[in-house]
């Protein structure tokens, strides 16, 4: 089992920059595909970012975060990162970590994300 704490949100103006940290538990991090997923009110679930590390290193983006948003991770210190930079307004959203073991290859529309965090809020003014 692996328990996911997320820290790092806050209020932000328009162009400043952020970074999220995941703070993972349990023994299955290191073979774990990690995520970062964004909800703002009224919308569904999104994921931002994505890393895998099964052989080689692996990631993913979506088109409105990609050339501002970094995903990492330290294995050695169980915790995923997201570098969030030139935020904009739009980005305001509760931001979940997620994780989950998924077969080598398995592309990133059809992960399994097992493991949740509680969420933090991140609020970008204009």
């Known amino acids: 089992q692996v328990q996911l704490v997320e820290s790092g949100g806050g209020l932000v103006e328009a162009g400043a920059s952020l970074r999220l940290s995941c703070a993972a538990s349990?023994?299955?991090?290191?073979?774990?595909?990690m995520g970062w997923f964004r909800q703002a009110p009224g919308n569904e679930r999104e994921l931002l970012a994505g890393?895998?590390?099964?052989?080689?290193?692996?990631?993913y983006y979506a088109d409105s975060v990609k050339g501002r948003f970094t995903i990492s991770r330290d294995n050695a210190k169980g915790t995923v990162y997201l570098q969030m930079s030139s935020l904009k307004p739009e980005d305001t959203a509760v931001y979940y970590c997620?994780?989950?073991?998924?077969?080598?290859?398995?592309?990133?529309?059809?992960?399994?994300?097992?493991?949740w965090g509680q969420g933090t809020q991140v609020t970008v003014s204009s």
């Open positions: 349990g023994r299955t991090f290191s073979t774990s595909d």
């Open positions: 997620a994780g989950g073991r998924n077969p080598v290859g398995t592309s990133w529309s059809r992960l399994t994300w097992t493991y």
């Open positions: 890393i895998k590390l099964w052989n080689v290193p692996d990631t």
